[in-house]
């Protein structure tokens, strides 16, 4: 993994490529025109994402049209649908829906005038951007996790495009997991090699219950998918923690008491701060990441001001254990 100290600004196939300021890792990228990408600026983004560690902002200086971001999407896999749309992805049944196919619930969505690949982050109505009634903790501090890692197969990459932000609060850090595992100690590896920890579904990041949810008694009740400690990335051979979130984390057949002692131990090395790297936003950027080889939080922000994010996501594969 290369550092800044040893990356500069260049340019390739009508690509300018920097690095982003104060982070060991990822890239900002100029001169995307998502709709007219030739195969020779895709190797580039490609290129970019291995040799940069899975971390690319693209930087548009305009606010992009959804087929755009779509297309942008497209350019790192198959779209996934969005978190509290589908059963089981995010989201238990209502009354009524556990009969419904995938197909019958994106027809009802899309009925509604609703893309079941965007998720949108804000705290006014997206059509009209008036203020609407928000949730208190979506303006708290989010926690670190990575998206919709307690379904069976999670996301691969998510990418997150600014459409408004406030002046101050709001930015989105990012903790290289890969950095992580590879400074795991030798005790604390052997530990956890062969174990899984369940990725509780109950509550977003932001601490807020999940549509058609009920807070579990303790974590080993939680509902959730367990993946192994140490993954492998396939597209890079590299190795990274995988953690999902803390909330209701439980590794697998352990006491509760255990299970609490060694997260709290995993946690305090995976969240390292020179591991992190915090983005400030500016409007129109795009933020692509590989959510196997970093998790990522938002800080908070005054809940007087607006923020308004869209989110796409890709179809991943089945999680490989290192």
Known sequence: ?????????????????????????????????????????????????????????FEFG???????????????????????????????????????????????????GIDPYLTILTNVEPETLKPRQTNAKFFGEWEWHTDMSYIEVPPTFSLLNARQIPDEGGDTGFCSQVMAAQELSDELRARVQSLRIKHDSTYGSSGILRPGMSPPESPIEAIGYPHPVIRRVPSTGEEALFLGRRTNGYVVGLSLEDSEALLNELWAHATQEHYCYYHKWQVGQVVAWDNRMMMHMRKPFDDSKVRFMWRTQTKGEAVVAA
């Not at 087929?67 to 996934?80: I, M, Y």
Request: aromatic letters at 6%; hydrophobic letters at 40%; charged letters at 20%.
């Open 62 to 112: 305009r606010l992009l049209e959804l087929d755009e971001l779509h297309a942008l999407t497209a350019v790192f896999g198959e779209s996934e649908f969005r978190p509290g749309l589908i059963n089981g992805i995010g989201r238990g049944s209502s009354d009524g829906e556990a009969h419904l196919t995938v197909d019958e619930q994106v027809a009802a969505a899309r009925a509604k």
């Open 1 to 57: 993994m290369s550092s800044n100290t040893h990356f500069s600004t260049y340019t390739r196939a009508g690509l300018t490529v920097s690095p982003l300021a104060g982070a060991r890792f990822g890239a900002e990228i100029r001169g995307v025109a998502p709709h007219n990408l030739s195969s020779e600026q895709k190797q580039v983004i490609w290129d970019v994402y291995r040799e940069r560690h899975g971390l690319i902002c």
